[in-house]
T-cell receptor, first 115, second 116 residues
Framework: AQTVTQSQPEMSVQEAETVTLSCTYD???????LFWYKQPPSRQMILVIRQEAYKQQNATENRFSVNFQKAAKSFSLKISDSQLGDAAMYFCAYRSADTGNQFYFGTGTSLTVIP | ETGVTQTPRHLVMGMTNKKSLKCEQHLGHNAMYWYKQSAKKPLELMFVYSLEERVENNSVPSRFSPECPNSSHLFLHLHTLQPEDSALYLC???????????????FGPGTRLLVL
């Protein structure tokens, strides 16, 4: 099974600053999808951004962008102009394009935004 | 946030109790999932249903019994649980179970379960 590693259990960022959350994964597949999910305290997990492995261009969604390094199997999330509402657990997830719809999640990074 | 709902939101039960968790999705999706979320561990996929048929069961103990009566509803029946089963149980849905697209899953708010 694929493994997803988030090596930063906790991160903090000053409001309006930029923070990068790291994610690495282990796979022998060439085609797959990567996701970042956000889980605010006591609220539902929602999709933040996703990337297709065969696309070299990094995905961007407003203040959220990724740095996808396929050879290094790295998929970091950059949050620019951090806001108080960005405080949450962030999960990185991997999904194969070939072998079913199972998502593999990391252990999460808890992000604190300091006013 | 109301696309996938779960009840109850919190549940405390003894090891001899029988209870059920309920999930309902209002998105017209065909696939539904149960996950277990424990602190400092990755989300663990428990069960997958596609068009009301179970397609995956990831070695989950028999004290957890899923039921999917239709594509909008998913239950998780619990009996004789152990304290280590205490966790957040998340339900999710997606348009299909196919791997041929990059569709995401939509999650419910979860049921926080405490087994005493």
């Amino acid at each position: 099974a694929q493994t997803v590693t988030q090596s930063q259990p906790e991160m903090s960022v000053q409001e309006a600053e930029t923070v990068t959350l790291s994610c690495t994964y282990d796979t022998s597949e060439s085609d797959y999808y990567l996701f970042w999910y956000k889980q605010p305290p006591s609220r539902q997990m929602i999709l933040v951004i996703r990337q297709e492995a065969y696309k070299q261009q990094n995905a961007t969604e407003n203040r959220f962008s990724v740095n996808f390094q396929k050879a290094a199997k790295s998929f970091s999330l950059k949050i620019s102009d951090s806001q108080l509402g960005d405080a949450a657990m962030y999960f990185c997830a991997y999904r194969s394009a070939d072998t079913g719809n199972q998502f593999y999640f990391g252990t999460g990074t808890s992000l604190t935004v300091i006013p | 946030e109301t696309g996938v709902t779960q009840t109850p939101r919190h549940l405390v039960m003894g090891m001899t109790n029988k209870k059920s968790l309920k999930c309902e999705q209002h998105l017209g999706h065909n696939a539904m999932y149960w996950y277990k979320q424990s602190a400092k561990k990755p989300l663990e996929l428990m069960f997958v249903y596609s068009l009301e048929e179970r397609v995956e069961n990831n070695s989950v103990p028999s004290r957890f019994s899923p039921e999917c009566p239709n594509s909008s509803h998913l239950f998780l029946h619990l009996h004789t649980l152990q304290p280590e089963d205490s966790a957040l149980y998340l339900c999710a849905s997606s348009q299909s179970h196919s791997s041929a697209s990059w569709e995401t899953q939509y999650f419910g708010p979860g049921t926080r379960l405490l087994v005493l």
